[in-house]
């Protein structure tokens, strides 16, 4: 196993496209720690690799370090076909320097991720001024941990969310400050479709604490959740159900 790798930068090419080759038995390459990324970057995409968190000794599998002061623009951050499992925090992070972060798009799909901590971030955190053409998160397995599971805060806008054929089991279900979606970033689009969310009887928080709902939601499923999952009921800015059921 690889462990705590730091890429450099090619002025002529800065794209980063990291590939691992399985075994004929299906297994994936190893990397226990972090992958480090600097900045200069245009394109990465990260693909078909193990991530192991050695028992929450990282906070998460890819780090790009911190942003300074002059604009950045990214054209894609890809994470494609890996595992991650045992890290403190989550899966990905913004929230350093003063600069302003341009991202076309975030693509997270076919990730199956295990065993977060949920100590000290949340799951997927946007904090820092930051600018999303679209984020898509679709077609992944998250199975115990987290503390908030999706958060993007106010300082940043995303043009479109798609949260789309993802399952969620034992998700922020202990721990969690605000709930699965924590999203007070502007959206023109958000989509909530084909989803399974299930085993979160515990969670104190429900499912949405957004500034607005998503504008599409279709298709989903939801087995052995809290009485406190769902949003309070209103009718004329009056709560005619506490608990949203």
């Not at 691992?20 to 995409?45: C, K």
């Not at 300082?155 to 279900?173: D, R």
């Not at 085993?199 to 939601?217: G, M, Q, T, V």
Request: with cysteine; proline share 4%; net charge negative.
């Amino acid at each position: 196993a690889l462990k705590n790798v730091t890429i450099g930068v090619n002025a002529e090419n800065p794209n980063i496209h990291i590939y691992g080759e399985a075994t004929d038995a299906g297994a994936m390459p190893v990397l226990s720690g972090t992958l480090n990324f600097p900045h200069g970057l245009v394109d990465i995409r990260v693909e078909s690799i193990k991530f192991d968190g050695n028992a929450y000794s990282f906070e998460r599998p890819v780090v790009i370090n911190g942003i300074p002061a002059t604009p950045v623009d990214y054209g894609k951050i890809e994470s494609v076909k890996c595992a991650v499992t045992g890290y403190k925090c989550g899966v990905f992070y913004y929230n350093s320097g003063t600069g302003t972060v341009n991202i076309g798009s975030v693509l997270l799909s076919n990730l199956y991720v295990t065993d977060t901590q949920g100590s000290g971030g949340d799951g997927i955190d946007v904090r820092a001024v930051t600018s999303i053409g679209r984020m898509e998160i679709s077609e992944c397995t998250f199975v115990d941990g987290f503390r908030d599971f999706l958060r993007i805060d106010a300082n940043a806008t995303v043009s479109a969310i798609k949260f789309s054929k993802n399952t969620l089991c034992n998700v922020s279900n202990t721990n969690a400050n605000k709930g699965i979606f924590y999203v007070r970033a502007a959206f023109d689009t958000f989509e909530f479709s084909d989803n399974l969310i299930m085993h979160a009887s515990n969670a104190e928080k429900s499912i949405l604490a957004c500034n607005d709902i998503p504008n599409k939601i279709s298709n989903n499923w939801f087995y052995k959740l809290s009485p406190v999952f769902w949003m309070p009921e209103e009718i004329d800015d009056k709560k005619v159900n506490e608990t949203g059921r």
